[in-house]
């Protein structure tokens, strides 16, 4: 019998992931919440501890990531942390960019006892969505090798090391293997897990960006699960949380799996900085899900190998027989209408505690909108109240400086709301009094500090300046006016509401007898903006927007759960009351403008709009042939093409708006967010010529009988003697009129997308050669040039709320 010592055998790794809600080159503050989260991680037993993508310095630095600065800082933050006591005893990676033969990398540094063991760079750069990394970093293309890194000299005097390996290689511990890929290696076709896998690591490892969007938790979620079940293995995600100084909120939810099951995982919304989730794995589950898999066997035997990097440490215990494994749990998601509720509320809180300001201040008109907005607030002071009363001393010390009063603890949402949020009514003689009241009724419900005006006295001093100069007086469409003028007095009054919010924010804390000002809130949905439906700098241009990348469909679900989970009955008339500006003048007391009229389409049209423009990348004829077939229930091809040429119209000379988007929550993967997700012009053709021809193309195809093609034996050559080189056209038949949108007849009648007979540099003409195949061929007339005048028939007379008819 073997001695007992002999039969030990550690196998149970504790292992640590950290959730860190970081800002971008606040090098001191990221240090210190890197630093709670490796003592936390200790406290719970855990011998490895990783964390999220860019800790040290960020993820959001952008271009600072050109600056020297930049490197030095993160060498000098490493260093701190290498050598503090309480980093020892324990493998640790933190992320950081480093500079190698003059070529910026994102990696993870690898160290244990004050000797850095490996840099690990990124290999697959993300550049989609709202990523930009190889603006700033290279990827690591030398798979399976490693190069000298020659260490910057503070750290070759601290330690005594002066070189460490770089590049794509692995850690390898007494007792297991660890390897890492870096967020979007996870999401890529090729990810290295595999392959790692199949050479033996045991433990991988993922730190992550990775940020929120509606009903999108799940994916993460299941690229974990998946890999860890494909591949044999323990999976450790770490992702960042929390605003970092951009229009993204990152996500959390990071997360431990092992064999395809998740043994682990950490919240996706909240307050706290630092959030530490462990799972202890046996290894010999891993190596037992293995073998039984043959097949992987059979693959993994020839597999290449990685450079392994030895280290002299175990990540196991050799008493770890009364240490229970984590057990798989499940991962219940998130509603959308609770991400709405805590996702906003928490990009706000960050965004609020790190500019410096006192609160916010939000035009309330009593609608959907800045209703939601200003829910979303209260959400907001739950969370700090919830927070403060589970003992979070951070979120206690941010409220405090917040409101300037070291003695304050706040017990009550509403009462919280109250020192928090200023609302404020800004009706006009155009303003009914049921917005008015739930206005009001909105504001006494969610706790709010509530304000109500009057601005018609400052829109007569600015007409009185216009008509003083012009001597001309500009009327709305029912006293006879025209639609410039129409549009002029609503956008006056929009613009008017802004100045005020301005000034109302900076000054309200000096009435209430506090420091400081408020931040502005705005309170356009993602669809008005894709539309354009809303007045440059008026109310939609604030500080920051929680709702800029919600639908007005989500914003109306979201609301009916509030209603119910925050106990706001008014909500049940703010849902049902239709949308409107109330922009124009009232008839009898009542509503003469709503918001679905005035944009000639519905919210959930322009929903649909939004999704094929954006996740489908459709232009006007795609769009138009895809909602041929999904409203085929609802609408003619005819009306169809009529609402997609609109949207296109309104969009195009609208998008220009986008330029000035106030920064906004993301959360809709349609968003038309000008500044990083959805780079597009903003001087457009408006007519979209060519665009609309084809659609008119394919609705007269659908519309039209259809023709069996002539035989090889029709008299061809009496058709084509018909064609004149002068005019360039030739005869049709009912077949080549509904042919491809390449090929357009000598008239679309019926529609206004017609095209002139000889003036196209653009026109193609279908031309049969003798064995019957269709090829094309240019006319004469195409040496032209230019659009003639019917061109412009294709767009019709719009107006929009610029003012500018098209």
């Known amino acids: 019998m073997l001695p007992a010592k002999r039969r030990r055998m550690g196998r149970k790794v504790t292992l640590a992931v950290a959730t860190l809600n970081q800002w971008a080159l606040d090098f001191e503050g990221n240090m210190s919440r890197i630093m709670e989260s490796i003592l936390e991680a200790r406290e719970m037993g855990a011998t490895y501890r990783t964390g999220p993508e860019l800790e040290v310095t960020g993820y959001s630095c952008e271009d600072h990531f050109h600056e020297s600065d930049t490197y030095l800082h993160a060498w000098e933050i490493l260093l701190e942390i290498m050598m503090s006591p309480h980093c020892q005893n324990m493998l640790i990676d933190v992320g950081m960019p480093v500079q190698h033969r003059n070529v910026a990398y994102n990696c993870r540094v690898v160290f244990h006892n004050k000797r850095i063991l490996l840099i690990r760079p990124k290999l697959v750069m993300c550049d989609d969505g709202n990523y930009r990394e190889t603006r700033w970093f290279s990827s690591w293309t030398k798979e399976r090798q490693t190069e000298e890194y020659y260490l910057p000299r503070m750290i070759s005097a601290a330690t005594g090391q002066h070189t460490v390996p770089i590049g794509d290689a692995v ?76 229009r993204v909120y990152f996500n959390g939810c990071s997360a431990i799996a092992l064999n395809g099951h998740v043994v682990a995982r950490g919240k996706q919304f909240a307050l706290e900085d630092v959030e530490v989730t462990t799972a202890t794995v046996d290894l010999e589950d891993i190596r037992s899900y293995r073998v039984a898999m043959r097949s992987r066997c059979t693959v993994a035997a020839s597999t290449p190998t990685y450079p392994r990097v030895n280290v002299d440490f175990a990540l196991s215990h050799a008493l770890d027989l009364n240490i229970p494994p984590s057990a798989p749990l499940e991962w219940v998601y998130h509603s959308a209408e609770e991400e709405i509720a805590l996702g906003p509320a928490c990009w706000l809180w960050d965004y609020l505690r790190r500019s410096g300001q006192g609160g916010f201040f939000l035009p309330l008109s009593g609608g959907v909108d800045s209703s939601s907005t200003a829910i979303i607030v209260h959400s907001m002071c739950r969370l700090v109240v919830k927070s403060v009363m589970l003992g979070d001393i951070q979120v206690l010390h941010d409220i405090r400086k917040i409101l300037a009063d070291p003695d304050f603890t706040p017990d009550n949402p509403a009462a919280l709301c109250n020192r928090l949020l200023v609302t404020c009514y800004m ?37 009185a300046i216009f008509n003083t100069v012009t001597g001309m007086k500009p009327l709305f469409k029912t006293q ?236 061809y050559g009496s058709a084509k003697s018909g064609h004149s080189p002068s005019s360039g056209r030739r005869a049709t038949s009912g077949a080549d009129k509904c042919s491809s949108p390449l090929f357009f007849s000598e008239t679309t009648a019926g529609t206004t997308a017609g095209m002139s007979s000889g003036g196209s540099a653009h026109q193609l003409n279908n031309h049969v050669n003798h064995h019957g195949h269709e090829s094309l061929k240019l006319t004469k007339s195409h040496s032209s040039g230019g659009y003639s005048k019917m061109h412009s028939s294709v767009m019709g007379k719009i107006k929009d709320r610029t003012g500018v008819p098209v």
């Open 171 to 246: 850690i390898a511990t007494r007792d297991t293997c660890l390897g890492y890929e870096i967020c979007e290696e996870l999401w890529n076709p090729r990810s290295t897990h595999i392959d790692m896998s199949l050479s033996g690591v045991e433990i991988m490892v993922n730190s992550s960006g990775s940020y929120m969007q509606l009903r999108k938790a799940y994916i993460t979620t299941d690229l974990i699960r998946n890999a860890s079940y494909k591949a044999g293995g323990a999976y450790l995600f770490s992702n960042l949380r929390g605003c970092d100084g951009q």
């Open 427 to 463: 009706g006009s003689e155009n303003s009914s009094k049921e917005t008015r009241q739930r206005a009001t009724s909105l504001a006494n419900q969610i706790g709010s500090y509530h304000l109500e005006i009057n601005i018609d006295g400052a829109v007569s001093a600015l007409l």
């Open 480 to 715: 006879g006016g025209c639609p410039r003028q129409n549009l002029a007095l609503q956008n006056i009054q929009a613009r008017t509401r802004m100045v005020l919010s301005y000034l109302f924010a900076q000054l309200m804390l000096w009435v209430r007898n506090r420091p400081g000002g408020l931040l502005v809130l705005g309170s356009a949905n993602v669809d008005e903006a894709l539309r354009g439906y809303m007045t440059k700098y008026d109310c939609s241009s604030a500080d920051i927007n929680p709702i800029g990348g919600i639908s007005k469909t989500d914003l109306k679900r979201f609301l009916l759960y509030a209603k119910d989970k925050f106990n706001l009955p008014i909500i049940s008339d703010i849902v049902t009351a239709p949308p409107t500006a109330e922009l124009e003048p009232l008839q009898n007391g009542a509503l003469a403008q709503t918001d679905e009229e005035d944009m000639g389409m519905t919210y959930n049209e322009l929903s649909e709009f939004g999704r094929l423009r954006k996740q489908n990348y459709c232009g006007p004829y795609s769009m138009f042939c895809k909602l041929v077939s999904m409203w085929k229930d609802s609408c003619t091809p005819r009306e169809i093409s009529d609402k997609v040429k609109h949207f296109f119209r309104c969009y195009a000379i609208n998008r220009h708006k986008m330029t000035v988007l106030t920064p906004s929550y993301h959360a809709e993967s349609y968003s038309p967010d000008d500044n990083r997700f959805d780079h597009r012009p903003f001087l457009y053709r408006a007519n979209w010529s060519w665009q609309f021809k084809c659609i008119d193309e394919e609705l007269e195809r659908i519309t039209c009988p259809i023709t069996a093609p002539p035989s090889s034996g029709d008299d």
